[in-house]
Nanobody, 115 residues
Framework: VQLVESGGGLVQAGGSLRLSCAASGIIASIFNMGWYRQAPGKQRELVAVISSVGITTYADSVKGRFIISRDNAKKTVTLQMNSLKPEDTAVYYC??????????WGKGTLVTVSS
């Protein structure tokens, strides 16, 4: 099983980035897919989750700015990040999970937002 994130980088405050996560080795359509982030010195936190049936959940800090979507045919989940703020700087991780507890993580992609 592999989850591979891409799309991170350096962007100025107010800018946008689009993260992608490509899944292999799993039937992605039956997994809940999510994006989490971990800033230096902080715990990993939920950013956005999209369930296997397309229900989305967002952290309050990103509501109205980030959009999560999935393409089951391509086994990808994307995170469109707009109006980025310096406090969005973190390593962003992709997670695939099932209600049974089965969980997989990607290795992360770094997003840096300069002020």
């Amino acid at each position: 099983v592999q989850l591979v994130e891409s799309g991170g980088g350096l962007v100025q405050a107010g800018g946008s980035l689009r993260l992608s996560c490509a899944a292999s080795g799993i039937i992605a359509s039956i997994f809940n897919m999510g994006w989490y982030r971990q800033a230096p010195g902080k715990q990993r936190e939920l950013v956005a989750v999209i369930s296997s049936v397309g229900i989305t959940t967002y952290a309050d800090s990103v509501k109205g700015r980030f959009i999560i979507s999935r393409d089951n045919a391509k086994k990808t989940v994307t995170l469109q990040m707009n109006s980025l703020k310096p406090e969005d700087t973190a390593v962003y991780y992709c997670k695939a999970s099932r209600p049974t507890g089965m969980t997989y993580w990607g290795k992360g992609t770094l997003v840096t937002v300069s002020s």
